[in-house]
């Protein structure tokens, strides 16, 4: 087991990308806090899916687009478990809007999508990074997306979020070099539930790659895990786990 002794959080970790990364960690001999906001019964079908395999795992609610629910939640999950090894930085938030119904971005909509994907990751990385310092190395994955490389997905802002995310790790990996590494996976379409698309949408995403399916929330979770055990010499680094599309363009 690569990770025996260390101690996760994974934020968003009860549903689609983040539960598949809990399951990972755990299965590495990680620790795993599982953290939700709103979705209880799911983070603790995690956390039992975790004890069946032998782990150690906790569910924590916090809003981590609130700066004293995330610090709270790193606090806690050092109070149960003595250290802090790992953050993935996985909770996401959108709501689909046609990109050019520029008057359907409502002052809410805006906010809490910034709240969530950009502020809520910076939140979690500022209140868990002494704890990784004081320990003398810590690894920090956040989940960006194809969205903000190309401009496309749920809505402008959700592009916009993910870009800002993008060069938050490149920041956050310089600034706190060589003791922690930062870096971030940008996956393509999966089919998660998440931004609620319709079927047809997802037919023509499976269509269009060139892996002949979508990426899974398993192709996902083991490049974040990949970072954290062996991707040792990659810092400020971008994975896209995506089937190509943003490297190769659409399948003709
Ligand atoms: N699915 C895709 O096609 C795709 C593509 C590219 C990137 N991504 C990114 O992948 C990540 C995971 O998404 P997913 O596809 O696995 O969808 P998902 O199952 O809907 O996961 C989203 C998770 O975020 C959590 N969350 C939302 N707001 C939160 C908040 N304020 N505080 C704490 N947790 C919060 C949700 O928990 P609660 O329900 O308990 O709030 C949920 O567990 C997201 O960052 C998303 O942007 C997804």
Known sequence: MKLAGQVAIVTGGGTGIGRSCCLGLAREGAKVTVNYSRR?????EVVREIE????????????VSKDAEARS????????????D??????GWTQRTPHHELELLSEEMLDRTLAVNTKGPLYCCRAAIPFMQKQGEGYIVNVTSVAGFLGVGSSI??????????????????????TIRVNAVAPGFVDTGFADWPREAIAIAEKESHLGRLVTVEDV????????????????EEILVDGGMVTLGNRR
């Open 52 to 63: 069946a395999l032998g782990g150690s795992a906790l569910a924590i609610r916090a809003d």
């Open 157 to 178: 802002i959700y592009a916009g979020s993910k870009a800002a995310l993008s060069t938050i790790t490149k920041s956050l990996a310089r600034a706190f070099a060589p």
């Open 40 to 44: 209880q019964e799911q983070a603790e």
């Open 73 to 84: 939640l790193i606090d806690q999950t050092v109070a149960q478990w003595g250290r802090l």
């Open 221 to 236: 979770a083991s490049t974040i895990l990949f970072l954290v055990t062996d991707g040792r010499g990659l810092t400020g």
């Open 86 to 91: 790992i953050l993935i930085n996985n909770a």
